[in-house]
């Protein structure tokens, strides 16, 4: 069994940062991208930030500039540093990672449960 943990969301203020942590737990024999979505009420989820093990990062263009996406390989955890927070980043933000573990044949997609951001004053 696989476990997304996810911390670090919360309220700020426009203008301000907030930084997301995700560790993955479990039977993990290989992680391959992890990365970080959001869901915003009424809007589908998107893509935020991705991140392979080794390689270049793909960042939403909404969030280039502001957002960084940083991952620990020997830890299994993945982070995102978001700065210059803006209104319209208030949604739901789930952490993602595609994991092989010691018994699949293959990776598999999973998620965190979610946590809050709201950017208001």
């Known amino acids: 069994q696989v476990q997304l943990v996810e911390s670090g969301g919360g309220l700020v203020q426009p203008g301000g940062s907030l930084r997301l942590s995700c560790a993955a737990s479990g039977s993990i024999f290989s992680i391959n991208a992890m990365g970080w979505y959001r869901q915003a009420p009424g809007k589908q989820r998107e893509l935020v930030a991705a991140m392979p093990p080794r390689g270049k990062t793909n960042y939403a263009d909404s969030v280039k500039g502001r957002f960084t996406i940083s991952r620990d390989n020997a830890k299994n955890t993945v982070s995102l540093q978001m700065n210059s927070l803006e209104p319209e980043d208030t949604a739901v933000y789930y952490c993602?990672?595609?994991?092989?573990?010691?018994?699949?044949?293959?990776?598999?997609?999973?998620w965190g449960q979610g946590t809050q951001v709201t950017v208001s004053s």
């Open positions: 993602h990672a595609d994991i092989r573990t010691w018994i699949s044949g293959g990776f598999n997609s999973y």
